[in-house]
């Protein structure tokens, strides 16, 4: 077994600021996701890494920047965060060649006052 | 384009109950076809997934679901449920060899006494 870790947990910001969620795995898996979950509109894909110092922009990557500095961790910063923007932020990885079958974290939890 | 949706955004079941949850699919070519659960202030897990095959399959908890090609379908199916299936359960595609999976918006189930 293994688990993905986010931190923080929750992220209080100001309008404008640049914030950085972090995420950990230890699954030893190749590709990795950051995904934005808003209430009632799922979860919409941001970047996407299938190895390491790969990146790949999903549906949602404007306004995001991702980095994969390892196999473990893959990063995203929020650029410039929107005022009243409430949302939390999954990550999760699969191994190569079963890309289907996702592990989550728990989330980040992101307020911008 | 691929989409899912998932018309109920909310279900109120008793305990003990049967419990049918929802998700049309809209994809061209094979789709392979996932449920996912979210329980409280946790990350996605997997409940079961459907790989061109046998149209019923069974996952974890007593689920189980069932795909027809004809309605372009996918829905999750409990015949008795437990208080501890209070969650968010989200319908996903992703085609074959796919890099990310596309994701309902989610359907809330509440269990009353």
């Known amino acids: 077994g293994g688990i993905i870790t986010q931190t923080p947990k929750f992220l209080i910001g100001q309008e404008g600021q640049k914030l950085t969620l972090k995420c950990q795995q230890n699954?030893?898996?190749?590709?990795m996701y950051w995904y934005r979950q808003d209430s009632g509109k799922g979860l919409r894909l941001i970047y996407y890494s299938i190895t390491e110092n790969d990146l790949q922009k999903g549906d949602l990557s404007e306004g995001y920047d991702a980095s994969r500095e390892k196999k473990s961790s893959f990063s995203l910063t929020v650029t410039s965060a929107q005022k009243n923007e409430m949302a939390v932020f999954l990550c999760?990885?699969?191994?190569?060649?079963?890309?289907?079958?996702?592990?989550f974290g728990p989330g980040t939890r992101l307020l911008v006052l | 384009a691929q989409s899912v949706t998932q018309p109920d955004a909310r279900v109120t079941v008793s305990e003990g109950a049967s419990l049918q949850l929802r998700c049309k699919y809209s994809y061209f070519g094979t789709p392979y076809l996932f449920w996912y659960v979210q329980y409280p202030r946790q990350g996605l897990q997997l409940l079961l997934k459907y790989y061109p095959g046998d149209p019923v399959v069974q996952g974890v908890n007593g689920f189980e679901a069932e795909f027809s090609k004809s309605n372009s379908s996918f829905h999750l199916r409990k015949a008795s449920v437990h208080w501890s299936d209070w969650a968010v359960y989200f319908c996903a595609v992703s085609m074959e060899g796919g890099r990310a999976l596309i994701f309902g918006t989610g359907t809330t189930v509440s269990v009353s006494p």
């Open positions: 699954f030893n898996h190749d590709t």
């Open positions: 999760a990885s699969s191994p190569l060649g079963n890309q289907d079958t996702q592990y």
